[in-house]
């Protein structure tokens, strides 16, 4: 029934295989045909076109970005305005205002999920860079920030020709709480500083101006409004609007009785503290976003799009200049699935006065004037969503004329599906790829000793499978077999099952048969989207299907011991391959992006030196016990629960968080890093129930905070003979142990370049107050006095924090 009048955000009435479509000759005639229109540049609608529609005070461009919005409001009628608070934003002709869709998506590249990108003009692919989860396992902040450079870039052109708006919903910075969380691939991972420095990264970049100084602006919000205030002036001009979602505790979609329409998420201080909010506040507060989306589900029994409490305080206190929008239908539910509203009047009302802007989806269209009737909703308050939406599309010089004659107003084709963007693509998935097993230094294969591969599997000669969740239709993409039959065309292909669900091994035979002829054996095994998606979660770790069984069936006549590759966002427990000496490799290569068959054979054959780490933990099947909507992070023993993330995970992993081998081994030095740091502020409190007790300080009554923040000298000792770029974890965990703390946090990390026996010097800054600390059960963040102890591999150095 949901589905009745629910779109959801990936559910489009648009061709759902987009892979299978490329760039066809056919086409280019049209393409001329358009490209000759847009040229013209008269058929392109924009607000305050001469010689008409010019002359509003919201047209001149050397008023204040408030000013010109007040005006804007100010000049629309009551129904007027109401057509304005829908993603489908109605044209408003007495102002010259056109129709103005604000759901574009731009997750790992322009994705056709949403209404604003079209793929049907003058462009008709993009390029699909690997899914998120994937170039979070690069730690390579430099990758990030370059990947939504380029994004940026291609949706810029897209806007340029008509193809897409301006304002986009990514990234989705949800904390990869539960592993079978089907969304989780679209994700930097389970670590709250990670994702917070992701959502910064990206939306930092996927915004500012050109000549935007990045390096000035890596750290601290003081510093970060100056940079913006140098680039983007003081009406903080932005080249496109990103948006951080799903505020707040977003990550079940479908489990059990459970659905996200309807779920009402419980959630600790403690836990909002230090794991659900940071990137949130990383996102607005320094990354600047200008665009928040709240979530279906409830928080404590308020919908997250109703709680005006977080949405003040985001305002307030982390200084969010933006505008709120709902997912999609998530007004909607209020009152129809969660029965919080006692009317859609009702509904609407709640979400207007809590902050939100806008409803994608057709909500507020159809209730707000009723809402109005009735008192339940005053027409200031559309005023004031109305003001927001519209300083952003200010901010966004879309009320500035002629797009073509703006900055970015060059950019077009020619800057989509670029050999520089490719490259790129090469580059993450590289940086991207883990390799969990090696036995005996399998890897690489020597190109000139292998006369013969066999690939087996389902996804191996398949182009959909690449991309993951939001993908748009991609420029050229590879398979696995076509990269590896580049190196080595002497190389056969049987697929074992139809598909990843590999419901019945029906091909069986065949993949023994090829296995059995072949030198070298590489069998693709894992997920695709039937297993984990939005709106989907899955109730097992385990391969589908008979994966495992084709993957025994094709090591018992494989003459070498096989090499497995692994496709997904979300764990796998593999153990059984762990353990089997006649799989000799196992390397995951998540959703590598369009260029994935590429990556796959350079690594295999060694052109590069894999050095990523895994971005979430590996589980056991046996997690699955623990029920998906239980919110809690931490342990309790009292009721069996064991956790969530390799912070408080008390049970067993198959693969931990950070895992990744290499074709080099690396050893690390601690070369200098403070023994003492001293806190000042006022009286410390103790732990009565910690062991031995303990004192702590609260993070806001430490008057030396700023000031706090370390270097960390470290020495990256290449043991091997190839050069290679590796990812470095530096961790903390405090000495005394207190139920409920984490095991240990990551408070560093960065992707260095290393030579074969070579050492390489890194330094990482560690701010304490930050990511040292941790949250009581109030939800104050607080910094344990005494030992600390920082981790880099197996070294340790000991950081005493005293007042
Ligand atoms: C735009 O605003 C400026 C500053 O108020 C004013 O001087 C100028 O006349 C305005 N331009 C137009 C075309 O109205
Ligand atoms: C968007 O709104 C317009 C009216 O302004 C309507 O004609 C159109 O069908 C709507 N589009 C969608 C996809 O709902
Ligand atoms: C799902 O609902 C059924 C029937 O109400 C109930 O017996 C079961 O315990 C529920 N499952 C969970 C995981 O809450
Ligand atoms: C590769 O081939 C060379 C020459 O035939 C041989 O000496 C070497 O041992 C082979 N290496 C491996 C790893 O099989
Ligand atoms: C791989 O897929 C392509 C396109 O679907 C098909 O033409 C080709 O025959 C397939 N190759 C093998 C070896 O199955
Ligand atoms: C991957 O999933 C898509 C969407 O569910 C499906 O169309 C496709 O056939 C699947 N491919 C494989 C190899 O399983
Ligand atoms: C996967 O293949 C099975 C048949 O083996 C089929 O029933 C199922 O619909 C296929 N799934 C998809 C997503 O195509
Ligand atoms: C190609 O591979 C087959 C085994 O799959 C092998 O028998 C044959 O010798 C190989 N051909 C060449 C030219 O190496
Ligand atoms: C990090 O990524 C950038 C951009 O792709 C790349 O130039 C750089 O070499 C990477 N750093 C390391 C150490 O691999």
């Given at each position: 029934m949901i589905n009745n009048y629910l779109f959801l955000e990936n559910s489009m009435a648009r061709p759902r295989q987009l892979w299978l479509r490329k760039r066809q000759p056919s086409h280019h005639l049209l393409i001329l045909l358009v490209g000759v229109l847009f040229s013209a540049g008269d058929c392109r609608e924009f607000p305050c076109k001469p010689p008409h529609f010019n002359a509003f005070p919201f047209c001149n461009a050397s008023l204040q970005v408030?000013?010109?919005?007040?005006?804007?409001?100010?000049?629309?009628?009551?129904?007027?305005?109401?057509?304005?608070?829908?993603?489908?934003?109605?044209?408003?002709?007495?102002?010259?205002?056109?129709?103005?869709?604000?759901?574009?998506?731009?997750?790992?590249?322009?994705?056709?999920?949403?209404?604003?990108?079209?793929?049907?003009?003058?462009?008709?692919?993009?390029?699909?860079?690997?899914?998120v989860i994937v170039t979070a396992a690069s730690f390579n902040r430099t990758l990030w920030r370059a990947l939504a450079r380029a994004i940026a870039v291609e949706a810029r052109a897209m806007y340029n020709v008509g193809q897409a708006g301006l304002t986009f919903w990514a990234p989705n910075i949800n904390i990869f709480r539960d592993p079978?969380?089907?969304?989780?691939?679209?994700?930097?991972?389970?670590?709250?500083?990670?994702?917070?420095?992701?959502?910064?990264?990206?939306?930092?970049?996927?915004?500012?101006?050109?000549?935007?100084?990045?390096?000035?602006?890596?750290?601290?919000?003081?510093?970060?409004?100056?940079?913006?205030?140098?680039?983007?002036?003081?009406?903080?001009?932005?080249?496109?609007?990103?948006?951080?979602?799903?505020?707040?505790?977003?990550?079940?979609?479908?489990?059990?009785?459970?659905?996200?329409y309807t779920f009402d998420a419980k959630v600790s201080e403690q836990d909002m503290e230090d794991t659900y909010q940071p990137p949130f506040r990383a996102c607005i507060e320094e990354g600047g976003a200008s665009c928040l989306m709240c979530s279906y589900n409830q928080i404590n029994?308020?919908?997250?799009c109703a709680r005006g409490d977080l949405?003040?305080?985001?305002?307030?206190?982390?200084?969010?200049?933006?505008?709120?929008?709902?997912?999609?239908?998530?007004?909607?539910?209020?009152?129809?699935?969660?029965?919080?509203?006692?009317s859609p009047e009702d509904a609407v009302a709640d979400v207007l006065k809590a902050g939100m802007d806008i409803n994608c989806g057709t909500y507020l269209l159809r209730h707000t004037e009723l809402a109005v009737k009735l008192r339940k909703v005053k027409e200031m308050e559309i005023d004031l969503a109305l003001f927001n939406l519209y300083s952003v599309l200010l901010r966004l010089r879309f009320f500035d004329g002629d797009p073509a004659k703006q900055p970015y107003g060059e950019l077009g084709p020619g800057d989509v599906c670029t050999k520089d963007h490719r490259e790129l693509a090469l580059e993450a998935a590289r940086q991207g790829l883990v390799l969990l097993k090696n036995e005996g230094g399998f890897l690489p294969l020597i190109r000139s000793n292998v006369t013969s591969i066999a690939l087996i599997g389902p996804a191996g000669n398949r182009t959909e499978v690449l991309g993951g969740g939001y993908s748009g239709i991609p420029c050229d993409p590879k398979t696995l077999l076509g990269g590896l039959r580049d190196y080595l065309p002497n190389t056969s292909f049987a697929s074992g099952c139809v598909n990843t669900s590999c419901v019945a091994a029906d091909g069986l035979d065949e993949a023994v048969r090829v296995a059995s002829v072949a030198e070298v054996v590489v069998v693709v095994a894992g997920l695709n989207l039937t297993e984990e998606t939005e709106d989907h979660d899955r109730v097992s770790l385990l391969l589908p299907g008979k994966q495992e069984d084709l993957i025994h069936a094709v090591a018992s006549v494989s003459k070498k011991p096989l090499i497995l590759v692994l496709m997904g966002g979300g764990p796998l427990d593999?153990?059984?391959a762990k353990e089997d000496s006649r799989i000799a490799g196992i390397i995951w290569i998540g959703y590598p992006g369009e260029v994935g068959g590429q990556v796959l054979a350079e690594v295999l054959f060694g052109d590069f030196n894999p050095g990523s780490r895994l971005p979430m933990t590996w589980y056991p099947e046996s997690f699955t016990a623990v029920p998906m909507n239980d919110m809690s992070m931490r342990p309790d023993p009292s009721r069996d629960y064991?956790?969530?993330?390799?912070?408080?995970?008390?049970?067993?992993?198959?693969?931990?968080?950070?895992y990744g081998?290499?074709?080099?081994?690396?050893?690390?030095?601690?070369?200098?890093?403070?023994?003492?740091?001293?806190?000042?502020?006022?009286?410390?409190?103790?732990?009565?129930?910690?062991?031995?007790?303990?004192?702590?300080?609260?993070?806001?009554?430490?008057?030396?905070?700023?000031?706090?923040?370390?270097?960390?000298?470290?020495?990256?000792?290449?043991?091997?003979?190839?050069?290679?770029?590796h990812a470095m974890l530096l961790y903390s965990r405090s000495a005394t142990s207190v139920p409920g703390f984490p095991k240990k946090q990551l408070v560093g990390f960065d992707?260095?370049?290393?030579?074969?026996?070579?050492?390489?010097?890194?330094?990482?800054?560690?701010?304490?107050?930050?990511?040292m600390s941790t949250a009581d059960e109030q939800g104050r963040r607080i910094l344990m006095q005494g030992a600390h102890h920082l981790m880099l591999g197996d070294e340790e150095h000991v950081v005493l924090v005293c007042s």
């Open positions: 408030a000013d010109r919005a007040r005006s804007l409001v100010s000049l629309l009628k009551l129904p007027e305005k109401i057509k304005l608070l829908s993603n489908n934003a109605s044209a408003v002709p007495r102002l010259g205002l056109p129709a103005y869709e604000w759901w574009s998506e731009s997750l790992h590249g322009i994705a056709g999920n949403g209404p604003g990108v079209r793929f049907d003009g003058v462009i008709t692919a993009v390029t699909v860079f690997p899914q079978r969380w089907g969304r989780g691939q679209e994700t930097p991972g389970e670590d709250p500083m990670v994702a917070s420095l992701y959502a910064f990264d990206y939306v930092s970049a996927f915004q500012s101006q050109i000549g935007w100084n990045w390096e000035s602006s890596l750290s601290g919000s003081r510093r970060r409004r100056r940079a913006l205030k140098e680039s983007g002036g003081e009406q903080g001009l932005m080249m496109l609007s990103a948006c951080c979602k799903h505020h707040t505790a977003y990550d079940l979609e479908k489990w059990s009785n459970f659905t996200r029994g308020v919908p997250s949405l003040r305080k985001i305002k307030e206190d982390w200084g969010f200049h933006g505008y709120v929008t709902s997912d999609c239908d998530a007004v909607a539910i209020i009152f129809e699935n969660q029965k919080y509203a006692s593999v153990s059984f064991p956790g969530r993330t390799y912070r408080f995970y008390s049970g067993v992993s198959v693969y931990e968080y950070g081998l290499s074709y080099s081994t690396y050893s690390y030095k601690f070369l200098s890093a403070p023994s003492k740091i001293k806190l000042e502020g006022s009286l410390s409190e103790a732990f009565m129930d910690g062991e031995p007790p303990c004192e702590y300080l609260h993070i806001d009554k430490i008057t030396s905070c700023e000031n706090l923040a370390f270097t960390v000298k470290i020495a990256v000792v290449n043991n091997g003979d190839m050069d290679g770029s992707r260095v370049f290393t030579t074969a026996h070579g050492t390489t010097t890194v330094e990482v800054t560690v701010d304490p107050c930050k990511h």
